[in-house]
Nanobody
Framework: QVQLVESGGGLAQPGGPLRLSCVASGITLDDYVIGWLRQFPGKEREGVSCLRYRDRWTYFAEYVDSVKGRVTISGDNTKNTVYLQMNTLKPEDTAVYFC?????????????????????WGQGTQVTVSS
């Protein structure tokens, strides 16, 4: 059974950093693609970034244009954890952030960013950017 647990959300200052963590259990990161997605109030979920391991130690990532240069996704497969480092936060980054997973076998070579492409979800963590 796949379980994803996010942490690290909270109140952050505009311009400041925040790091989210997603601890996965029941899967290995080698076999799954992990994504970070977010949901603004009253809106549908949207993709932020995804991470896909090429082999045991290296991975590649994709980002939506709105966060490129401000957000870095990273993985530590010794801890089965994926991180989302967000810098230069803006009030418009305020959202609930979700970690999601899908088997590589399902998405082929893709590193998906659409919510519909993921089949396991964490409970989400609230990020509020405000002074």
């Amino acid at each position: 059974q796949v379980q994803l647990v996010e942490s690290g959300g909270g109140l952050a200052q505009p311009g400041g950093p925040l790091r989210l963590s997603c601890v996965a259990s029941g899967i290995t990161l080698d076999d799954y693609v992990i994504g970070w997605l977010r949901q603004f109030p009253g809106k549908e979920r949207e993709g932020v970034s995804c991470l896909r391991y090429r082999d045991r130690w290296t991975y590649f990532a994709e980002y939506v244009d709105s966060v490129k240069g401000r957000v870095t996704i990273s993985g530590d497969n010794t801890k089965n954890t994926v991180y989302l480092q967000m810098n230069t936060l803006k009030p418009e980054d305020t959202a609930v952030y979700f970690c999601a997973a899908v088997p590589k076998a399902v998405v082929g070579r893709d590193c998906p960013l659409r919510p519909s492409q993921f089949d396991s979800w964490g409970q989400g963590t609230q990020v509020t950017v405000s002074s």
